[in-house]
């Protein structure tokens, strides 16, 4: 099985930082791209940002230029670091994660519990 761990998250004061990590445990060949999506009290569950293994990355319009994900490929690990955060960032974020559990595996998606973020004005 795969597993997706996440850790930080919190609540903060608008225009305060916080940051989120993902680890990937379990039995796996190769994890290609990671991500973190949020979804917000009775909303879609949205893309916030995307990292490759080669370390492309792709971000929300809505948190480019605060936002910055990054991954350590050898501990199988994304982070998440938020800053200048506004009240509408507040939403539980989900750690995702495109695995191939072995070398003629097809690529499967996962996802992390949740950590809550809750930004106040």
């Known amino acids: 099985q795969v597993q997706l761990v996440e850790s930080g998250g919190g609540s903060v004061q608008a225009g305060g930082s916080l940051s989120v990590s993902c680890a990937a445990s379990g039995s796996f060949f190769s994890i290609n791209t990671m991500g973190w999506y949020r979804q917000a009290p009775g909303k879609q569950r949205d893309l916030v940002a995307t990292i490759t293994s080669g370390g492309s990355t792709n971000y929300a319009d809505s948190v480019k230029g605060r936002f910055t994900i990054s991954r350590d490929n050898a501990k199988n690990t994304v982070y998440l670091q938020m800053n200048s955060l506004k009240p509408e960032d507040t939403a539980v974020y989900y750690c995702?994660?495109?695995?191939?559990?072995?070398?003629?595996?097809?690529?499967?998606?996962?996802w992390g519990q949740g950590t809550q973020v809750t930004v106040s004005s």
């Open positions: 995702n994660a495109n695995v191939k559990r072995g070398s003629l595996a097809p690529w499967a998606s996962y």
